[in-house]
């Protein structure tokens, strides 16, 4: 999505194939939600590590850690695949113009010669009731571990807090802009653009920089901007 966003801001005008256009959705809801089921394996690995630190151990195994990773990327084929399945078959004779900056199933909708009432129904629930549900996941096991960190004394919530720090940053970047547009009925509107940069383009660039804030190399150039800066 990227690379085609960068020519297309250098091109007088923005044309993308029709095979192109359904290859582009289907790679973006692919990593796209197997970037949410991952988030959502963190959060249960960080739940494990805190609130049963004695099994963590026994429990989060190579094996179970391989066992998770492959159902992220099966549950993101399958909800990229469905999706694709979805608008792959829909007649277009009418406008070819779509108001956005990548491929996605609710501006070719607009497109179809047909009634897409019932497909946009089943979207909302592949893609934005999924979404919603994951993010529920994701707060209670959040709110799990803040409960069982309040008997700890300030120094180790403090210390677990921060352990969970660049998750947190993630999976707040990431799904705050989702559900705002997610949780709408079916329909887009132009500010849509500006709240999808957030996750398909800011959160991916932050991704590296964000998980390694707590590193020593970062903490070491961290230390060194804040000593030039002084100087």
Sequence with gaps: MTPKLNTDLLAERKIIS????????????F??????????????????????PLHCAAIMSRQRCNTI????????????????LLTVFLPFCGPNEIDHYFCNVHPLLKLACTDTSRIGLLV???????????????MVSYFLILYTIRVYPAESRA??????????????????PVLFVCIRPHET???????????TIIAPVFNPLIYRLRNWEMKALREMWCHLVIL
């Design 18 to 29: 029709y095979n192109n256009y359904m290859i582009q959705l289907f790679i973006i809801h």
């Design 31 to 52: 990593l796209g939600s197997m970037e949410i089921f991952i988030l959502t394996g963190m959060a249960y690995d960080h739940y494990m590590a805190i609130c049963k």
């Design 69 to 84: 990773i492959l159902a992220c990327w099966t549950g993101g084929f399958v909800h990229s695949a469905s999706q694709f």
């Design 124 to 138: 909302i629930v592949n893609s934005r009731l999924t979404a919603l549900v994951i993010f529920v996941i994701l």
């Design 159 to 176: 210390k677990t807090l921060s352990t969970c720090s660049s998750h947190l940053t993630l999976v707040v970047l990431f799904f705050v």
């Design 189 to 199: 509107f132009p500010v849509d653009k500006v709240f999808a940069l957030f996750y």
